[in-house]
């Protein structure tokens, strides 16, 4: 997460150093996924205040590790039990897929090219609900969830938010924090 400070540090670049990254990067082949953390990493006022991971589960070729290995259903416990928030990468319309959409965001996958519906009908598995549905909070507390219509409160952090939390946690611990910082 970028903080406010950080993304006006690297629009204005009072020292230069994300003007000159920037250049650098322009001619990576996956800037976007190095540019933040090697400006953070060279900047004396904010190498100290980050956390080396991305929180993502990903398989890499060994070696050399360079090409991320597709995920699959064999890979769903493991994903869970990271507790990472993402995870890459997906071939198109994996299975596993589906398993992430019902378990843990709670939606009904959109339907297959696979799938056969009688014309007129609608697709199986469709049912319209492709968002992950969470709730609305106003400024003043209310908060709503359109699956719950008539309900009006808190809404309750679910598993996956409870398992973010521990990561989140770990990771910033005074035992694990200095480790996990730029080098």
């Known amino acids: 997460m970028l903080s406010r ?4 540090y690297c629009v204005m670049g009072w020292d230069n150093l994300p003007r000159t990254l920037l250049l ?4 990576l082949v996956s ?3 190095f540019y ?3 400006v953070a990493c060279n900047s004396r006022e ?3 205040a980050t956390v080396n991971s991305d929180l993502h589960f990903i398989r890499w070729d060994t070696p050399p590790k360079q090409h991320p290995l597709n995920l699959g259903p064999k890979d769903y416990r ?7 928030a993402f995870a890459r990468k997906f071939k198109h319309g994996d299975l596993v897929l589906d398993r992430i959409d019902r378990e843990i965001l709670k939606r ?4 297959r090219d696979d799938d056969e519906a009688p014309a007129g009908a609608a697709a199986p598995g469709h049912g319209g609900q492709f968002f992950s549905y969470g ?3 106003s400024e003043v507390g209310l908060c709503s969830n359109p699956r719950e219509p008539d309900r009006k409160g808190v809404i309750k952090a679910g598993a996956g938010s409870r398992r973010l939390t521990v990561m989140l946690n770990k990771m910033l611990s005074e035992r694990n924090f200095r480790k996990q910082q730029c080098r």
Not at 5 to 8: D, Q, T, V
Not at 24 to 27: I, S
């Open 36 to 38: 933040f953390q090697t």
């Open 78 to 84: 493991r994903m869970v039990l990271s507790s990472a």
């Open 46 to 48: 904010f190498r100290n």
């Open 31 to 33: 800037s976007p996924e």
């Open 24 to 27: 650098y990067h322009a001619n």
């Open 108 to 111: 009904c996958p959109p339907p």
């Open 135 to 137: 709730g609305w909070c």
């Open 5 to 8: 400070r950080f993304a006006e």
